[in-house]
């Protein structure tokens, strides 16, 4: 299944994409907000039918706690505008501390700072996509 991770920041949206069999998960892009949230979403979905992605997940992120905070109000309500504009399923998936995860393992590389925070957001779609098809793969294997 070809699925599409979106990150959804403030300054930017990072994008990132599973191979077909849906197994890999590589950090694609990065959109800068352009201030036109329906331009930013029109983005999104040329990106989303370039890929031919089958369906499209975005992170939510909760508080620590799993309570629905302001920013996870605000992730809910651009998922529903996506779902408005895009053909295919859009899914949500718990996104608390992937941007941690993705700043951690940069750090592994030898990228200076500001070269870190031009990719971190995509490595981040990148994190939850993953965790998104492990919770799926694990959900098949249990049902078998």
Do not use: F, K, N
Not at 30 to 51: F, M, P, T, W, Y
Not at 103 to 113: C, F, P, Q
Not at 123 to 130: E, P, T
């Amino acid at each position: 299944m070809r699925a599409v991770g979106v990150d959804l920041g403030e300054r930017r949206i990072g994008l990132a994409l599973c191979d077909a069999a849906g197994r890999v998960v590589t950090p694609y892009e990065v959109v800068q907000r352009s201030g036109d949230r329906a331009r930013d979403r029109r983005a999104i979905a040329e990106l989303v039918a370039e890929a031919e992605a089958e369906v499209v997940v975005v992170g939510v992120p909760y508080s620590l706690d799993g309570s629905v905070g302001p920013a996870a109000r605000r992730a809910l309500a651009e998922v529903e505008r996506l779902r408005e504009v895009l053909p295919v399923p859009v899914e949500t998936y718990d996104e608390r501390l992937t941007t941690v995860t993705a700043h951690r393992s940069l750090r592994e590389t030898d990228l200076s700072g500001p070269a870190r925070r031009r990719v971190v957001d995509q490595v981040a779609a990148a994190v939850l996509l993953q965790g998104w098809l492990d919770s799926r793969a694990a959900q098949e294997d249990s049902t078998e």
